[in-house]
């Protein structure tokens, strides 16, 4: 069988990984650790845990579990002292606690859910992205991209680790055996290029011999890609990556019904 590896968080990774589960492939999930914003965050500050949100979605999207399983991750309190917390993140958050590390909470997981692949973070450790603007200002947390009307206004320039990151080493692993690596689709600067900025993955990557595919997404993101277009996208991502490696790239030709927008 083929060995398919996916690189992003989110959303995207949950609706991409949903539909290869369905084939008869070998599926590696890497997911970005760099959320902290709503339940991760609190989370990551109170209990010194890593974000379990992605990997959360991407088990669920893996998962043969049942109905209520499946809901029961889903779950979110919506009063009390955990409003706002997802049974899954407490879930997988315990579960690190008791094993002392995130991938072996996973692994666990895993098992639990029933999960066809398996989902491993792109680190071990926590880690925080800095996001500077086009003005020279920087801003530190992924969960500033969507909350800040600077990041808005004035528009985003670049992200960073503000210390060296390496990469977990089955992550890297991973990539290097794949026979397809796909990116996307996910939030450009929050759950894309945070895994590539990880030091060890874009170069995994260059020397891989896997093909490369980059999923797009079918809008642009105010105040972080307008203006973007197909190219814009794949000629950063492979800047980023060092190398252009994107082999083939998927993406919406057609507009929306109004009823969509």
Do not use: W
Not at 48 to 75: E, T
Not at 111 to 120: A, F
Not at 221 to 249: A, C, M, P, W
């Amino acid at each position: 069988m083929k060995n398919i590896v996916t690189i992003g968080g989110g959303t995207g990774s949950f609706v991409l990984l949903s539909g290869l589960k369905k084939y008869p492939i070998n599926i590696s999930a890497i997911v970005s650790m760099a959320d902290d914003g709503g339940s991760n965050g609190m989370l990551r500050d109170e209990l010194g845990v890593l974000p379990p949100g992605d990997a959360k979605q991407c088990l669920l999207a893996l998962s043969d579990c049942s109905q209520i399983l499946r809901k029961l991750m889903n779950y979110r309190f919506s009063e009390g002292r955990l409003r706002g917390h997802s049974f899954g993140n407490l879930f997988i958050s315990a579960l690190e606690k008791i094993k002392k590390d995130f991938a072996k909470a996973i692994i666990e997981a895993s098992k639990i859910l029933s999960i066809k692949g398996e989902v491993i973070p792109a680190v071990d450790k926590s880690v925080q992205i800095h996001i500077k603007l086009k003005n020279g200002k920087v801003i530190i947390g992924e969960n500033n991209l969507d909350h800040n009307e600077e990041i808005r206004k004035i528009g985003l320039d670049k992200i960073y680790f503000k210390k060296e990151v390496r990469a977990y080493p089955e992550a890297v692993l991973r990539i290097k055996k794949a026979d397809f690596i796909i990116i996307g689709p996910g939030d450009h600067y929050g759950s894309i290029l945070p895994n590539l900025i990880v030091k060890g993955i874009s170069k995994a990557i260059r020397d891989s011999k896997a093909k490369v595919i980059y999923n797009c997404n079918i809008t642009n993101k105010k105040g972080q890609t307008i203006g973007y277009d197909l190219d814009k996208y794949v000629s950063e991502i492979n800047s980023f990556i060092g190398k252009d490696r994107i082999n083939f790239v998927t993406y919406n030709s057609a507009r929306p019904n109004k009823d969509s927008i």
